[in-house]
């Protein structure tokens, strides 16, 4: 029971397809109490995801552009639970103006938008629930792949850099209060949130071609694991880094060729038999 007494808060709960959903799911059955956050319209697939989960969980209202929301997330966090242990932001979002039309598509307005929602929302989240962990706690950020400047990932490349220099600021000035922050790179995972890349099934074949220890790309599971074993007291030395939950791909050679394969043709092409192995 990795996670016995602990009450964690989840966001990016859309559906049981999800990595935070993975993540919400390992820590209630590695004994923690978990509650998630959803916003406007889309909380009730945040409500019905929650009924999915082995203990129905509570969902609060939180749109991640609005300060607000976070102001009263942590009164609410504070009247039913006092405090609280540690928190995963699983939360990213870009209009389809900076995902779809390439690296150079997209305003400055979208852009600013899109870094409020996918990366200032981190530092927000841990301003709010810093002063509810008395004790010591733990932030864990959402991440994929960073690399590496994945074709057609684009902004939300440059948003998860944002975020990951954000974490190591967080880790940097919440360290004295025994609060610790790390970044969780996985591999990729078809869900909701990937639709939005229209080259991601093309990712996913490489990961499950090559991946020292395999892959399913339709298995958020083993991140959820990992993002649990972050939340827990056995990190309780680790905070600043990213972890890498991902099969093993990151440590290959092999993704820095990807950087110059502009065309399906030539991404099919590295997924060629070649000798007995693959390129």
Same mark, same amino acid.
């Given at each position: 029971m990795l996670l016995e007494g602990k009450r964690?808060? /989840?966001t990016g709960v859309l559906t049981d397809?999800? $990595?935070?959903f993975a993540a919400a799911r390992e820590a209630q059955?590695?004994?923690a109490e978990v509650v998630l956050t959803g916003y406007g319209r889309f909380r009730r697939m945040t409500a019905r995801a929650a009924r999915q989960l082995p203990d129905a969980a509570e969902v609060l209202e939180l749109d991640a552009s609005r300060d607000d929301d976070f102001i009263r997330?942590?009164?609410?966090?504070e009247s039913r639970f006092g405090t609280i242990d540690g928190a995963l932001h699983? $939360?990213?979002w870009a209009p389809p103006g900076l995902l779809r039309h390439g690296f150079f598509a997209g305003d400055r307005e979208e852009a600013v938008r899109s870094f409020e929602v996918s990366a200032y929302s981190y530092k927000r989240l841990a301003e709010t629930l810093a002063p509810l962990m008395p004790g010591g706690g733990s932030l864990v950020a959402l991440t994929f792949a960073p690399q590496i400047a994945w074709p057609g990932y684009d902004w939300m490349g440059v948003l998860k850099a944002a975020l990951e220099a954000i974490n190591r600021y967080l880790a940097s000035h919440l360290g004295r209060a025994r609060i610790r922050a790390n970044v969780l790179?996985?591999?990729? $995972?078809?869900? /909701?949130?990937s639709e939005v890349f229209g080259r991601f099934d093309i990712l996913c074949d490489a990961w499950e071609a090559q991946a020292p220890l395999g892959w399913d790309s339709n298995d958020p599971t083993p991140i959820g694991r /990992?993002?649990?074993? %972050? %939340?827990?007291?056995?990190?309780?030395?680790? #905070? +600043?880094? $990213? /972890?890498? &939950?991902?099969?093993?791909?990151? &440590?290959?050679?092999? @993704?820095?060729?990807?950087?110059?394969? #502009?065309?399906?043709?030539q991404l099919e092409s590295l997924l060629t @038999?070649?000798?007995? +192995?693959?390129r």
């Open positions: 964690i808060l /989840v397809r999800s $990595i935070a059955r590695a004994g997330l942590g009164e609410e966090v699983a $939360i990213a790179a996985s591999g990729p $995972i078809r869900s /909701v949130a /990992v993002a649990c074993l %972050l %939340l827990s007291d056995w990190a309780d030395s680790m #905070t +600043g880094g $990213i /972890v890498h &939950a991902d099969g093993g791909y990151h &440590a290959l050679a092999r @993704p820095a060729d990807w950087n110059f394969a #502009t065309s399906e043709g @038999p070649a000798g007995g +192995g693959w």
